[in-house]
């Protein structure tokens, strides 16, 4: 069965560094995966996705996601964060032959001014 | 676009009483997901339509859940009776269907708080 894992609850990091969220997954066949963004009190919005090609995918609002084959992982990056990235974030991967979504149980980030 | 519609955004009700939440998708999209967001357990499909019809229900807790979807525009999420545990974020969202591939896209969900 497909499932992703975000180790982290949280991640702190401090405005103007780079950030990194990291997520790693388990599928048979091709893996489609995707990243959301949930802003308090709100709902999820999509960031980003990695179907097949270039394993940098480049998102919204400056998120990009590098696609690991030989490490199982895709781990969401930002060069450099802003206290308004800070918000939490939920890797998710398609079920095959479905058009379920799958998330993990999402890492919140924190940016320190 | 107008993206996913839900209402209400915010409800209160009181133990054993019915619920009904709202959807509806954006236009064009032929797949739609209900999911549940509580702290203790993430986010959840409940249930999720091809093309009006319910593909997979298997996330749907009990019997006292029931979903429909009458027509491509419009889909409701029925909790009766409801209790306590309920409580939690509801979220619908859309996708074209057919195809790994596609992106869903989500509401901004209803709060439901049973007490």
């Known amino acids: 069965a497909q499932s992703v894992a975000q180790p982290e609850d949280q991640v702190n990091v401090a405005e103007g560094n780079p950030l990194t969220v990291k997520c790693t997954y388990s599928v048979s066949g091709n893996p489609y995966l995707f990243w959301y963004v949930q802003y308090p009190n709100r709902g999820l919005q999509f960031l980003l996705k990695?179907?097949?090609?270039?394993?940098l995918v480049k998102g919204s609002y400056g998120f990009e996601a590098e696609f690991n084959k030989s490490q199982t992982s895709f781990h969401l990056k930002k060069p450099s964060a802003l206290v308004s990235d800070s918000a939490l974030y939920f890797c998710a991967v398609r079920e095959s032959g479905t058009d379920k979504l799958i998330f993990g149980t999402g890492t919140r980030l924190q940016v320190f001014p | 676009d107008a993206g996913v519609i839900q209402s209400p955004r915010h409800e209160v009700t009181e133990m054993g009483q019915e619920v009904t939440l709202r959807c509806k998708p954006i236009s064009g999209h032929n797949s739609l997901f209900w999911y549940r967001q509580t702290m203790m357990r993430g986010l959840e499909l409940l249930i999720y339509?091809?093309?009006?019809?319910?593909?997979?229900d298997s996330g749907m807790p009990e019997d006292r859940f029931s979903a429909k979807m009458p027509n491509a525009s419009f889909s409701t999420l029925k909790i009766q009776p409801s209790e306590p545990r309920d409580s939690a974020v509801y979220f619908c969202?859309?996708?074209?269907?057919?195809?790994?591939?596609?992106?869903?896209?989500f509401g901004e969900g209803s709060w439901l708080t049973v007490v």
């Open positions: 990695y179907i097949t090609g270039d394993n």
């Open positions: 339509f091809n093309n009006n019809v319910p593909i997979d």
């Open positions: 969202a859309s996708s074209f269907p057919g195809t790994e591939r596609n992106t869903i896209y």
